[in-house]
Each structure stands twice: as C-alpha cells, then as structure tokens.
Nanobody, 114 residues
C-alpha cells in the first residue's frame, strides 16, 4: 500500500491550500482516511478524519476552516484548508486504515507566513 500526498507549500496567513492523498495497492478495504500533522519535537496530532461512510471528525483548532472529503472511486482523500494561520505550519501526513492496519504517507510541508 502506498499513500502519495500533494498540495503542500507556502502561503500567507488567511490564504488557502488543498492537500490530496492518493492510495494505491491493496485498496479493497479502506476504512477511515485522515490527515495528521506534526511539528518538530511534538507528537503527531489528528487534524481531520473521514470514515468510509462519510462521517467526519475535526480537531477543535481547525473546525470551520478545514474540510475533509474523499473520493472512494479514486481512493483519494482531500483536505481543503482555508483561513490558514501561522500556527497551522507543520508537516501534514495522510493516513489510511486498511483491514485494521494504519498506513502513512511521507508527509507534505505546509508553511503559513504572517
């Protein structure tokens, strides 16, 4: 199983970015898909996740600003990030749960300048 992320980059505060993550390989039973982020020296934390049925969960810090969605036909999960803040600067990791096992992408850097 491979998770390939794209869409990170540098943006000014108040701007928007859209992250994408395509899953390939054994995609027959993808359950939850999600996005996590991690700063140097800190624990990886949940940003948002979406179940196979479309139920979403968000971290309090991103509610109302970020939207997670998925295209099951393309085995792809998206994270639309609006009203970005400098504190959103982190490496963002895609996650997929397949047959009760966690798979991770390589991470994509998001940098928000003030």
């Amino acid at each position: 199983v491979q998770l390939v992320e794209s869409g990170g980059g540098l943006v000014q505060a108040g701007g928007s970015l859209r992250l994408s993550c395509a899953v390939s390989g054994n995609t027959f039973s993808i359950n939850t898909m999600g996005w996590y982020r991690q700063a140097p020296g800190k624990q990886r934390e949940l940003v948002a996740r979406i179940s196979s049925g479309g139920t979403t969960t968000y971290a309090d810090s991103v509610k109302g600003r970020f939207t997670i969605s998925r295209d099951n036909a393309k085995n792809t999960v998206y994270l639309q990030m609006n009203s970005l803040k400098p504190e959103d600067t982190d490496v963002y990791y895609c996650n997929a749960v397949i047959v009760a096992r966690n798979y991770w992408g390589q991470g994509t850097q998001v940098t928000v300048s003030s």
